[in-house]
Every structure is written in structure tokens, then in C-alpha cells.
């Protein structure tokens, strides 16, 4: 079994910063992406950023330059820093990661976290 637990949503003015953090746990053998979506009602899931086991990021345009994703690998863990928050980045935020199990080595599945709420409000 595998888990990804979220913290660190919540409510912020606008221009304000959140950090989220991510933490995987379970039967893992090895993690290759791990990222951050979100999600509004009637949307569709959007992602946000995106990290390699490597380091390599990517970013959505509507948070480049405001948003900072990283990662500790040896902990399991992926952080999302949020900075200059809008309105519009209201939201239910989840991680996803990309991992291959004790059980199944050679088999990469994707997993999410339960999400966490994110409100910019004045």
C-alpha cells in the first residue's frame, strides 16, 4: 500500500504565501515524477508543477515565477511554495506521484494525495 498525506492548505489574502507539503509512505521501491494539481468545482484537475526524481521542473504559465516546487527524495517528501497568491489560485490541491512498489518493481503507478484547500480571499 502506498500513501500520499497533504498539509498545509488553508486561508490567505491575496499576495500571501502557503506551503504545502506532500508525504509518501509505504511499500515503496522507487519515485519517479511528483507533482501538484488542482482542482475547481466544474473543472477538470490542472496541473500545477511538476518534478523529476532528478530535479527537473515544470511549471504551468498562470504560476511561473510564483510558485516553487521541490523535493527531498531520501524523505519522500514534495513541497509546493506558493508566493503573490491570487484569487484565482483557490482551490483543492493535490499530489500526485509516479512509484513503482516493493511488490512491483518494473510496474510505475500513479497515486494521489487526499487533496488540500487552498483559499485566497480578502
Known amino acids: 500500500q502506498v500513501q500520499l498525506v497533504e498539509s498545509g492548505g488553508g486561508l490567505v489574502q491575496p499576495g500571501g504565501s502557503l506551503r504545502l507539503s506532500c508525504a509518501a509512505s509505504?511499500?515503496?521501491?522507487?519515485?519517479?515524477?511528483m507533482g501538484w494539481y488542482r482542482q475547481t468545482p466544474g473543472k477538470q484537475r490542472e496541473l500545477v508543477a511538476i518534478?523529476?526524481?532528478?530535479?527537473?521542473?515544470n511549471y504551468a504559465s498562470s504560476v511561473k515565477g510564483r510558485f516553487t516546487i521541490s523535493r527531498d527524495n531520501d524523505k519522500k517528501t514534495v513541497n509546493l511554495q506558493m508566493d503573490s497568491l491570487k484569487f484565482e489560485d483557490t482551490a483543492m490541491y493535490y499530489c500526485?506521484?509516479?512509484?513503482?512498489?516493493?511488490?512491483?518493481?518494473?510496474?510505475?503507478?500513479?497515486?494521489w494525495g487526499q487533496g488540500t484547500q487552498v483559499t485566497v480571499s480578502s
Open positions: 509505504g511499500s515503496i521501491f522507487s519515485i519517479n515524477d
Open positions: 518534478i523529476s526524481s532528478g530535479g527537473s521542473t
Open positions: 500526485n506521484a509516479v512509484i513503482s512498489t516493493r511488490s512491483f518493481v518494473s510496474r510505475w503507478s500513479s497515486y
